[in-house]
């Protein structure tokens, strides 16, 4: 099986690119395996069914390191895992390098530390710019989505109609965190 994982971050990226990229100079596949989550840990709907797809003699291709993984070990992990199996795993950003012989992992593990270093750098800056933005009186904190307020507005009903507040979070399926931040942000 020859088979391509792409991943974006957020679920407002388009994972359609890389698929059509890697499709273009790899040619046909066989399996496609998506995800739209962060690459900061590898418990990823599409990421694990790939892997329970994968054996000997497939193939996996995928854009650059960081669409594995954010983290070096994850992303070693993984091609060790591909090594043993007996999988070849390409990564296009790097030339089509196959990262399960000597030469590919040496590349492999030097470009998946940079890749956690960029996430780490991203996060500092992220946190200053939270930091200056609250300072300033700017920040509003994260958007609610419309799902989100959808979600608030059942419990809301549910507890309203007798329900404890409990089984309505249980029911409707928000977190009893988002819940009492939303309420703490209502009565404000």
């Known amino acids: 099986m020859k ?55 497939d193939t996996v291709i995928v854009y650059d390191i960081s669409r594995l993984s954010r983290k070096v070990q994850h992303v070693l992990d993984f091609a060790d895992e591909c090594k043993e199996l007996g999988v070849k795993l390409f990564i296009h950003a790097l030339g089509g ?42 920040y509003t904190g994260r958007k609610v989505s419309p799902q989100t307020i959808k979600k608030f507005d059942d419990v809301r009903e549910l507890v309203a109609a007798g329900k404890s507040a409990t089984r309505a979070l249980e029911l409707v399926g928000l977190s009893r965190g988002q819940y009492y931040k939303m309420i703490k942000k209502d009565t404000k």
């Open 3 to 57: 088979c391509i994982y792409a991943r974006v971050s957020t679920d407002e990226q388009n994972v359609e690119q890389q698929v059509q990229e890697l499709k273009k100079h790899h040619g046909t596949v066989d399996m496609v395996f998506t995800d739209k989550r962060s690459g900061k840990n590898t418990d990823r709907a599409g990421f694990n069914s790939m892997r329970q797809n994968l054996k000997a003699g």
């Open 97 to 138: 390098v196959d990262v399960t012989s000597s030469s590919g992992k040496m590349i492999l593990t030097t470009l998946a530390g940079v890749a956690e270093m960029m996430r780490v750098e991203m996060l500092e800056k992220q946190k200053i710019g939270i930091a200056t933005a609250k300072a300033e009186g700017r």
